[in-house]
Nanobody, 113 residues
Framework: QVQLVESGGGLVQSGGSLRLSCGAS????????VSWYRQAPGKQRELVAI???????TYADSVKGRFTISRDNAKNTVYLQMNSLKPEDTAVYYC???????WGQGTQVTVSS
């Protein structure tokens, strides 16, 4: 199993930016894809972005053009740069490795209007 740790959440005003980090304890990104998910209160967890082992990226339509997923192999970290944040982006954000990853605690992102 692969356990990742999320960090970087916080409170930001609408239109602001945050960068989330997803850290691994060892070098895994050449083998595993990493996905960012989010879950807002009362809603199902949804996929936000994916970066595959070869570096390809995919985004949910709701975040295209605003969010960027990237990784730093030397730091064993995947990032989610979030710009032009909206109140509807408020959620707990999780990262997960595929295959075999487990859910972490997540990091709370709150966007005020």
């Amino acid at each position: 199993q692969v356990q990742l740790v999320e960090s970087g959440g916080g409170l930001v005003q609408s239109g602001g930016s945050l960068r989330l980090s997803c850290g691994a304890s060892r070098s895994i990104f050449s083998i595993f894809a990493v996905s960012w998910y989010r879950q807002a209160p009362g809603k199902q967890r949804e996929l936000v972005a994916i970066i595959t082992s070869d570096g390809s990226t995919t985004y949910a339509d709701s975040v295209k053009g605003r969010f960027t997923i990237s990784r730093d192999n030397a730091k064993n970290t995947v990032y989610l740069q979030m710009n032009s944040l909206k109140p509807e982006d408020t959620a707990v954000y999780y990262c997960k490795a595929t295959p075999g990853g487990t859910w972490g605690q997540g990091t709370q992102v709150t966007v005020s209007s």
